[in-house]
């Protein structure tokens, strides 16, 4: 595997129009080596068409995207540039495992041992003479893995990788990621689920209707979305978010017991409970997790919502 400039991903000015839909919109954003970058955003917000443009499915309508400093269609032989998961369901049912990625390899001049280590690695060692067809979701999710690991590049693509696997599973696809970008790989994951970036991922680019909402590093989005929280736990719920509402804070139910209060400081809804005679258990500094991140991010740009309920009630 080479690493260094070649494990890069930079995507400049991308546009992609299909009519009057603007799918993707003067988007730009880099993936540097040795890191997991989380690539999120609502349903329909461009993902998975920025991610096609990368590898040169979709062409760009202006801009351009680069693998190692070259547009992907100029590689030679891409799976030794690039590994790339989209869709688990793009292989044939009928052929088995091992084939699949004996033919693969063939294509681009790869040695028949890597088929075996990558089946190794991904935990189909006892699977590689099954056919495709036979394969549960988080199967084939693996074998599309080990297609994606087949060439040992610097430089992976994973669309959706935990979708169909079991809690293990998510668990082993955690780990690979944070070991393949050890090694100096560059790796872009798209996920719906922030759960399964939270702790993996080093930086997260966020986008919604096609356009750039953030690029920056994970803990810099969580040390913003927590900045000036208070977490309260307190028996009597309804009294004190009414107390510290009127005292001006912003006021927000997280748990049958829990409130988040921004807009006082810690001090001061101390001081005002006491006054009240509202009972709790704890104050502390607020921890954003990644999910609460990721929606203050994104809540202008959902295409679509559930209706609040609790206010039509």
């Known amino acids: 595997m080479d690493t260094g400039t070649d494990a890069t991903i930079e995507v400049r000015g991308l546009t992609k129009r299909y009519g009057r839909t603007v799918a993707v919109e003067d988007l730009s954003f880099a993936v540097a080596p040795g890191t997991v970058t989380g690539f999120v955003g609502p349903n329909g917000a461009g993902k998975s068409t920025t991610m096609r443009m990368i590898l040169g499915l979709d062409a760009p ?20 540039r690039v590994g790339a998961l989209l869709d688990a369901e793009a292989v044939h ?46 199967m084939r999710q693996r074998l599309g893995i080990a297609a994606a690991l087949l060439g040992d590049p610097a430089v992976l693509l994973l669309d959706e990788p935990a979708n169909g696997l079991d809690p293990e599973g998510i668990r082993w696809i955690r780990g690979l990621l944070r070991s393949l970008a050890a090694e100096g790989r560059a790796v872009l994951v798209s996920s719906h689920l922030m759960g399964e970036l939270e702790g993996t991922a080093d930086h997260l680019v966020v986008i919604g209707r ?13 040390a913003a979305a927590s900045a000036d929280r208070v977490a309260l736990r307190t028996g009597e719920r309804s009294r004190a978010m009414t107390v510290l509402a009127n005292a001006g804070a912003v006021v927000a139910a997280t748990d049958r017991d829990a409130v988040t209060v921004s807009g006082l400081p810690a001090e001061r809804v101390v001081e ?5 005679g509202v009972p709790f258990s704890e104050v502390s500094a607020h921890r954003a997790s990644l999910e609460e991140a990721y929606m203050e991010l994104t809540r202008d740009d959902v295409e679509f919502g559930a209706g609040d309920t609790a206010a039509r009630a």
């Open 61 to 80: 309508d202006a801009g351009e995207a680069l693998v190692g400093g070259r547009p992907y269609r100029e590689l030679a032989t891409p799976l030794r």
């Open 210 to 222: 096609g356009r750039l909402v953030a690029d920056a590093p994970v803990r810099e989005l969580l």
């Open 93 to 138: 049912h009928g052929r088995r495992a091992r084939d699949h990625l004996l033919w693969m390899a063939h294509s681009n001049a790869l040695p028949e041992r890597r088929v075996d280590e990558v089946i190794e690695l991904v935990g189909l060692a006892g699977a590689g003479r099954r056919r495709a067809g036979a394969f549960s979701l988080g």
């Open 272 to 276: 005002l409970l006491g006054a009240h």
